[in-house]
């Protein structure tokens, strides 16, 4: 009688599903941002007098980035034809056009707040701003749009089909921006204030007719990037319109102050912005969500005839 063989011992914490180790890869980096701000915060606010929910939120950005390739590791990914990405030979010029697609309608919408007093013009100006807004822009466009088009939206691709999958991301990345922490100022910071700021971030949460308006908006934005991703199997289009639409909005914010009083005067044409002052809400920022879906379809209609020409 032969020998009985044992059946290979199961590593369970390499079988996790996909989506398991993106959620624990989430849960890693909120952890890792709350831990590791407060010692930073201490070693560079001597030279860098940032509040520290500031600290916190670009610890949390770095921590995210440096953490995808461990990820990608976990998730078996060694090339981006994984996600139903291909190399783009018009990256550049797919750049190029997302961030003027963004910046347009932007720039048009920014002039409508100027011109009816909904915005005011700041008398003083922090110098050098517009490049850490640049920088600020490109980076979390390259972050966000990496994860989300490029990770979650490949992923859920291949298990649900492109649209479907494709709304599921949007609602998602619609959430996220709401887990953010709120902005109370920290007088003394402790090793636990990371934990203190992110479980206060229902405090920062706004009232239900501004979530409802800025979550509308996010959602249409992720579609856009969805868009964008699906139809040029690349991330560049979409990197571009996410970092204009970001730069687009800091400078505004740069440049003004949102001045109206209630805030709610304008509604629902104009509201104030929420997520850390990074969503516009009311109907004309859909105005320019809209322009800017316009402005894409033309694109890729025209860069299509193009590749099919060339």
């Not at 890869?25 to 709350?34: D, E, K, P, R, W």
Request: proline letters at 7%; charged letters at 15%.
């Amino acid at each position: 009688m032969g020998r009985l063989t044992q059946p290979p011992r199961q590593h369970f914490l390499f079988e996790v599903p996909a989506l398991g180790k993106i959620l624990l890869y989430l849960v890693v980096v909120v952890l890792l941002g709350a831990i590791l701000s407060p010692p930073i915060y201490w070693m560079l606010h001597p030279a860098v007098d940032f509040p520290f929910y500031r600290y916190l939120s670009r610890v949390t950005q770095v921590t995210a980035f440096v953490l995808l390739a461990p990820l990608l590791f976990w998730l078996g990914i060694r090339s981006i034809r994984e996600f139903g990405l291909k190399p783009n030979p018009h990256a550049v010029r797919d750049v190029f056009a997302g961030v003027a697609l963004a910046l347009v309608p932007g720039a048009l919408l920014a002039g409508l707040y100027l011109i009816f007093d909904v915005y005011r013009a700041k008398d003083e100006f922090v110098r050098w701003l517009p490049l850490r807004i640049a920088m600020t822009a490109g980076f979390v466009a390259l972050v966000e749009e990496f994860l989300f088009r490029g990770v979650l939206l490949g992923l859920a691709t291949k298990a649900f089909g492109p649209w479907r999958a494709a709304t599921g991301v949007s609602l998602a990345f619609a959430a996220v921006h709401f887990l953010r922490p709120g902005k109370q100022e920290d007088s003394v910071v402790e090793w636990w204030s990371g934990f203190a700021q992110i479980i206060g971030f229902v405090d920062a949460m706004p009232p239900p007719w501004l979530f409802f308006s800025a979550f509308v908006s996010l959602l249409i934005a992720g579609l856009i990037l969805a868009a964008a991703t699906l139809w040029t199997r690349s991330l560049w289009l979409a990197i571009g319109l996410h970092a204009g639409w970001i730069f687009c909005q800091q400078t505004l914010q740069w440049l003004a102050k949102y001045r109206v009083k209630p805030p709610e005067a304008f509604w629902p044409w104009i509201g104030p912005n929420v997520v850390s002052g990074a969503v516009p809400t009311g109907l004309l920022p859909l105005g320019a969500l809209a322009l800017t879906s316009l402005g894409l379809w033309y694109y890729l209609r025209n860069a299509s005839a193009d590749s099919r020409g060339s």
